[in-house]
């Protein structure tokens, strides 16, 4: 079982940035996979940028040039640095990980979302 808490969401304008992060704690023996999604209003929730074990990176298409995601293995920390925000950046963003033995990449434990506002 693991726990993760993020933080660092809020309000801020149209081209500001926010840096949010994500602590896990708990038992594991690696993150293979940590991620953050988020949930728009009216939208499902959709895959925003992941990390893997190596450092692989992948975003979505949207946030791709303006959102940078990176990892501190040794804190069990992963964050998001999002810069040059839009409106349809607002939604609730939250850190996902995988930590199975089998070395998945698919978000298992979830964490209980940070708001996110971009005010136009």
């Known amino acids: 079982q693991v726990q993760l808490v993020e933080s660092g969401g809020g309000s801020v304008e149209v081209g500001g940035s926010l840096r949010l992060s994500c602590v896990v704690s708990?038992?594991?023996?690696?993150?293979?996979?940590m991620g953050w999604y988020r949930q728009s209003p009216g939208k499902q929730r959709e895959m925003v940028a992941t990390?893997?074990?190596?450092?692989?990176?992948e975003y979505i298409d949207s946030v791709e040039g303006r959102f940078t995601v990176s990892r501190d293995d040794d804190k069990g920390a992963v964050y998001l640095q999002m810069d040059r925000l839009k409106p349809e950046d607002t939604g609730v963003y939250y850190c996902?990980?995988?930590?199975?033995?089998?070395?998945?990449?698919?978000?298992?434990?979830w964490g209980q979302g940070t708001q996110v506002t971009v005010d136009s």
């Open positions: 996902a990980v995988n930590v199975s033995p089998e070395m998945g990449v698919t978000p298992e434990d």
């Open positions: 708990g038992r594991y023996f690696r993150i293979n996979m």
């Open positions: 990390i893997i074990t190596g450092d692989l990176t």
